[in-house]
Every structure is written in C-alpha cells, then in structure tokens.
C-alpha cells in the first residue's frame, strides 16, 4: 500500500509515543533501582545523581539471588524437560496407534484444559502430603507435569500429524523396535514444534507464582516469584531493595525474549492458529 | 502374527501412556474428585473430623453470606472492562505495525514484553508505579487527577488494576492480530481498492471480517485470562481496599489457605469452575456459529 509521508510520520510519531508509554513502567522501575532511598521518594522521575550499585548489593544479600535463581531454574527445567516427554509420548501414540483408552485419554487431557487450577489447588495439596512430596521440589514438578499436559500434547500431536509415515515404516522394515523409531526418528523430527513448546512452557513455569505458593513453602526451595512476594511482605516500602530486586529477577527473562523473540511470536501464533 | 501384535500394543499403552495417566490422576483427576467430595463438608483442613454438611456451602454461596458472590461480581466487572480496552488497543497497535513503519520490529517486542514476564512482578512493578510514579508526575504536569492515592480506593483501585491488564495482554492481541493481517491476500486488497474502496471501508468491511476467527481466539484468550486474574491481583491491590477488588481465585486461596475453610472454598472452587466452563462453551459455541456465516 502506498501512504504518503506525512501520515506516515503521524503513524511513527504515535506509535512511538505508544511504545515510550508502554516501556516507562520498566524505565523507572531500573532507573529508580540506582538511587538511594530517600532521593526514591521524594523525586521517583529523576535521573540518579550517580549510578550506584549499593542498592544491588543489598538486595543481592537480602534475597538470596543465586539460591532463588537456582532453584527456578532446576524446577523450570525439570517441569519441563518432563511435560516434553511426556506430551510427545501421549501424543504420538494416540495419534498412531489408536485404541479406545488412548481417545478416551487424549479427551480426558483436553477437558482439563478447562479446569482453572484453583479449582484442583486445594485437594492437591493433600495428594501432595500423601505422597509426601508436600514441600518438596519434585511435589512442585510432578503438579507442573500434570498441569501442563494438556497444551504441550496440543500442539505435540498436531506435529505428529505432520509427519509421513513411511519414514517410521521405513524403520521398521529395517528391524527397529518401537522404542527406537520414536526416539530416533520421531523425536527428531518434531523437534521444531517441540522447541516452540519448550520456550512458551519454560516462561509459563519460570514466572509461575501460585503452585510454588502451595506447594513450596520452604524458604530454601524458594523460587524467584516466591521471594519477591515474600520481600514485598517483610519490606513494605523499602523500594531500595525491592526494585533491584525486581530488576535482577526480570533480567533473565528478559535476556531470554531479546534471544528468542522470534521464536516466542511465532509459538504464539501458531497456538492462536491451532487454537 | 496377531496375537503378538496384541501383545505389543499392551506394553506400548503401557509405555508410552501409562506414565502420562498416573501423573495426570495424580494432578488433574484424583484431585478434582476430592475437591467434589470436600465441597460437601465443612473440613478446616487441619483437623482428621470431617462433617458432611450437605449443600449448606453452596447455600452459604448463593446466599452471599460467603464473600464469593461479591468476588464474582468484581471479576465480571473487571473482565469486561479489561477485555473490552485489551482487545481494541491490541487490533489498533497490530493496524498500526503491520504498515511499513521503521523499527517495526523493536516497536513490536517493546509492545509484547509485558507479556514475557509473570503477573506478580508486574504487579509489584506497578505498585511502585501508582505510589511513587503517578503522583510525581501529577505534580509535575500539576495534574490533580494523577496525585490521588491510587490504590486506596475502590475505584482507583479497580482502574489501576484495569490498567495493569491491559499493559500486560495488549501485546498478546496485537501478535495474533498481526498474524491475522498479514494473512490476508492482498489481491484482495488490491481489488477493493481499484473498485474505489477507501482505506477505513476496506478495514471494516474486509479485513476485520476476515479476522474473525482471530479475533474469536484472542476474546478466548483474553476472557478466559481475566477470570482466572489471580497473581496481580495479589500483588497489585491484595484484594482491597475492604476486600472490594478480591477476584474470584485469590478469594478462592484466601477461603482455603488464609482462613481455613477448607470446605467452602473447595465448593467456591466448583462454582468458579462451572462459570469458566458455561462462559467459555457459550464463547465456542457462539464462535462456531459466526465462522462457518462467515467462511
């Protein structure tokens, strides 16, 4: 479409407008970061005097940051690496091998997408203290494993769908056992849309904030979410600990969406288009 | 030759499935049926006695003698509200950068952000905002408006959570919208345009048309989100003030984890998920209906 200049420009200028707009909140939250306390309050829009990192080292001290980002790494990983796993076996073998358990699952998998988790939250914490995984980390992974399931096998099975079958019959001509072609052939293969799942799920479960809440409530398992909420509750109001806090548990993240930017939109999009 | 197939179709159920099902029972299913069960009693959650009361937790619901009703009222209020604000900047911001605008790219990821990071953290990050940020910019541009004490009352605090909502899920809607712009032919385009259609006619009566399904999805998204709102709300606004911005979920966890009724939350819980289920088969069903007028 051809646009003339000057709407163009209107269009440039607003949007930008929009963009100063949207990233302020961020924008002051870091700059704010570097400041002394008492200069936070009395002049929160202002530039810093000098950029010191005092505040950082704090906070740094205060929360614990290696040991919160250490563990929202080993339980995001772990949540899902497994979820992977497990939504690529579910997925494939309904989709090939069809039997009447296997639809009946694969139904079950997709209705519990319509669950909202504090509908299930409460009794899962007895499950939990049942199988004395209360508290635990690996309580908090086999609730993620559960709970993500149901879109991973979504967007796992609709892959499958897009495979030709002759490779696997290939394969099985050639002596492979089941096991073998799903895990050298299979796999492999879906290693695209398993990617776009692994991104969106890793960002789901590394900013989750209320299966940590119930069933992490031990501060040394603490997660990022859960400290930062926990910091909020003891220091109402010591903004300079809380926003390089806040700083430092965002950087990772955003590190991460600079990286894969495209690949995030695109996983987006593609759950948009499948949904 | 059958029969060992038979056998191998056992141990690949077994294997490839069974892992998945006992996790499942253990997280989704066994779960839910208990909540079924506790929903009947009066269970604290501490102690071994469970009573069967009957219906007397969904009586104490609908009765409003629960705070849930009031919780349900908030959060339709506010899902409206935000939904409505959500999905009009979002197809607005995706119009704006699917024209050939430098630094579309940057300006995009910059819109989607928000999206990438988790809503307690927003909340919190908006907090300071509403505290500190606001009021130094009232004072600044000497704006009365702007100096209130945002999240002390119940309006302020209802906008100030609206606000948050829609930093936070504009980006979703633009990328979806974005995908569906762009996927419009533009012979299309061409051919209205030739046939003398001007540019506002041709967003309204052919694009946005086409963008139906699209759109279906993101209301979808968007509707489904702000019901669930639980973390900015923790965050943000702790429900107040007097408990007049509690959503349903948040006052779900308080009922259970803060004020051990174990029961009656696990019967607010049903309640919760019947409504999320009636809302969102009513938006299937409805979006069934206008896709296949359409296409």
């Known amino acids: 479409m051809k646009k003339n200049p000057v709407s163009m420009l209107i269009t440039f200028m607003v949007v930008l407008a929009g963009v100063l707009i949207f990233v302020a909140p961020l924008w002051i939250m870091v700059m704010n970061s570097f400041k002394p306390l008492n200069e936070i309050i009395a002049f929160p829009l202002r530039f810093p005097d000098e950029w010191s990192f005092d505040n950082y080292a704090k906070a740094w001290e205060e929360v614990n940051i290696p040991n919160i980002m250490k563990n929202t790494a080993i339980v995001s990983f772990s949540a899902v690496c497994g979820v992977i796993i497990l939504a690529t076996m579910t997925a494939y073998w309904a989709e090939r091998y069809p039997t009447v358990y296997s639809r009946i699952f694969s139904s079950a998998i997709l209705l519990s997408m319509l669950i909202p988790f504090a509908t299930i939250m409460i009794p899962l914490v007895q499950v939990m203290k049942f199988l004395h995984l209360n508290n635990t980390i690996p309580g908090a992974v086999l609730a993620y494993w559960g709970i993500g399931l149901a879109f991973a096998f979504f967007m796992i099975r609709s892959g499958v769908k897009t495979l030709p079958y002759e490779l696997e019959e290939a394969a099985r001509i050639d002596g492979c056992g089941v096991i073998q072609v799903f895990v050298r052939i299979v796999f492999p293969l879906l290693s695209p849309v398993v990617f776009s799942v692994f991104v969106m799920d890793m960002f789901w479960v590394w900013n989750d904030f209320i299966i940590p809440l119930i069933l992490l409530n031990n501060q040394k398992l603490s997660t990022v979410q859960l400290a930062i909420n926990r910091l909020f509750g003891m220091y109402n109001s010591r903004w300079d600990i809380a926003l390089p806090a806040l700083t430092m548990s965002m950087l990772p993240i955003i590190v991460i969406f600079i990286l894969l930017q495209k690949k995030i939109v695109g996983g987006v999009m593609a759950g948009a288009v499948k949904g | ?295």
């Open chain 2, 1 to 295: 030759m059958k029969k060992k197939k038979k056998y191998n179709m056992l141990w690949g159920n077994l294997l490839f499935l069974g892992p998945s099902t006992l996790v499942f029972l253990a997280v989704v299913v066994i779960p839910f049926a208990i909540s079924i069960i506790y929903s009947f009693s009066n269970w604290n959650g501490i102690s071994n006695e469970i009573k069967f009361v009957g219906l007397n937790n969904f009586n104490n619901i609908f009765s409003g003698k629960a705070k849930f009703l009031d919780a349900f009222w908030f959060t339709l209020r506010i899902t409206a509200v935000s939904v409505l604000l959500i999905n009009l900047l979002g197809i607005l911001l995706a119009v704006a950068l699917t024209a050939r605008l430098p630094l579309r790219n940057p300006f995009r990821a910059a819109f989607y952000l928000p999206q990438t990071m988790g809503g307690l953290i927003l909340g919190f990050i908006w907090q300071f905002i509403f505290i500190a940020g606001f009021p130094a910019i009232g004072d600044k541009l000497n704006l009365g408006f702007f100096t209130q004490q945002w999240l002390g009352t119940e309006k302020t605090a209802f906008a100030a959570l609206v606000i948050v909502n829609v930093w936070q899920n504009a980006g979703y809607v633009m990328v979806i919208m974005i995908a569906a712009l762009s996927g419009i032919s533009s012979e299309l385009i061409e051919s209205a345009k030739v046939d003398g259609s001007r540019p506002l006619n041709t967003f309204l009566r052919i694009k946005l048309p086409l963008c139906v399904p699209y759109i279906t999805v993101s209301l979808f998204w968007t509707i489904s989100s702000a019901l669930k709102m639980f973390e900015t709300n923790v965050s943000l606004t702790k429900g107040g003030p007097y408990g007049s911005t509690t959503s349903m979920a948040l006052n779900i966890y308080n009922d259970a984890f803060a004020n051990n009724k174990y029961g009656l939350a696990t019967a607010e819980a049903l309640v919760f998920f019947v409504i999320i289920l009636a809302i969102t088969s009513v938006q299937l069903y409805m979006s069934k209906r206008k896709e296949s007028q359409i296409l």
